[in-house]
């Protein structure tokens, strides 16, 4: 019996008031393509997505409407839940930090880090956002206001229980240091060393001055901080404190992918609370950039944030994954822009990848009636090709690895061209007009397929139902969809029946 290799990759768990927008999308998908490429290379994946659900603001919120914190947060979590199920994302647990399990754990580690000595009850003053949930020191403040949100903050006393985080900074640099992948991109990275360097302070992890959210174990008038409790999801959606089972197979996490605004919790207060409750620390953080609305930051007052439900009934599902992950690097901002996501399913999808494959089942259709030929002996055009798609495999191997997502997509679409080319160049409606060249038509015919079933595998994770018609155009099974064991050259077997196949993706008419 084979051992499955394991892979653990997360999301942050959204704030569950929040209207889910395109920032959140693109965090999910970027999530789902990853392990939707890990398990089509024969690993186990564990992907984790959630709520955030204490804190002031729900709380607040609850009590306007007329609910309790539960009551709402039970009726918006579905926002999230339905828009993941409408983006065909394959997340494996869906925590809410509302949950028992969750409480557990985190009352775990709570504990773990006291008996240590490494929290202690205080007295906290400093400049409050409400909104944020966030202390400010009075240098941090832009003219008296929130340096994040900008609206009004309040001083603010209250005791409080502090992590002794100061006593970490230099483990955690240490640990920054010897581990150049830890934190990614690589300007994000140095934006942390030099913030940890700076020196870190003890954080207050406790409020009194509210109460939904997990208590302090043995005082109750203590509601543990918001973001203690939200990064405890990582660890309490595998079992924790049960440490066998999930938790064993799972932790230390491949990857946290994260918006570049939530990084210093991910990157230090998250590693320096594991640290002090003597557990593994995540193997890479990787933060993403922003996107902004036709070259506009979004906002509500300005209405121009992207609903990303409206855009999947009007331009398909697949069409948006491919367009998110494609138009920016993966780590830097980007704009959205109806143009350019026009002008993708336009050119890369309709035009180079659709056509691609309508042709070329209809001219296997037409010649040989659908049955697929039996390749004779290859020509050099036909050996660059293979060549060229094998070597490309291992490129866009590299580049998932690297969650370098668009450059995955522009070699696979480097393929997708190559293919585009071999049709030109080998003019399979001139070699049918002679009977003579039959077996040469075939071998074309057969190579022209051959790189369709790869395309289709390469961009499966990308696009679910993409690759799925593919395969059933083609024939194949699911069990002949494992990119692992099927991506080399020449798996099509002669004789199989393929089907004609409607377009892939219609083309957006413009005005
Ligand atoms: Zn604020």
Redesign the pocket.
Known sequence: MTVKKHFYLTTPIYYVNDVPHIGHAYTTLACDVLARYKRARGFEVSFLTGTDEHGQKVEKAAHAKGETPLELADRVVKRFQSLWEKLNVSHTDFIRTSQERHKLAVQEIFRRIEAKGDIYLGEYEDWY????E?YWTETNLLDG???????P?EKLKEASYFFRMSKFQNQLLEHIEANPDFIQPKTRRNEILSFVREGLRDLSISRTTFSWGIPVPGNDQHIIYVWFDALTNYISALGFPNEDGDFADFWPCDVHVIGKDILRFHTVYWPTFLLAAGLPLPKSVFAHGWWTVEGQKMSKSLANVVEPNMLVDKYGVDAIRYFLLREVPFGLDGDFSHNALVHRINSDLANDLGNLVSRSTAMLSKYFNGSLPTPGELEEIDCDLRDKFVRQIDVVDAQMEALAFNKALQSIWELVSAANKYIDESAPWTLAKDPAQQQRLGTVLYNLLEGIRLIGLLVTPFMPDTGASIGSILGLGPEDQLLEEHDSWGLLKPGSTVAKAAPLFPRIETE
């Open positions: 956002c409400t909104p944020c966030t206001n929130c340096p994040d949100c900008g609206r903050t």
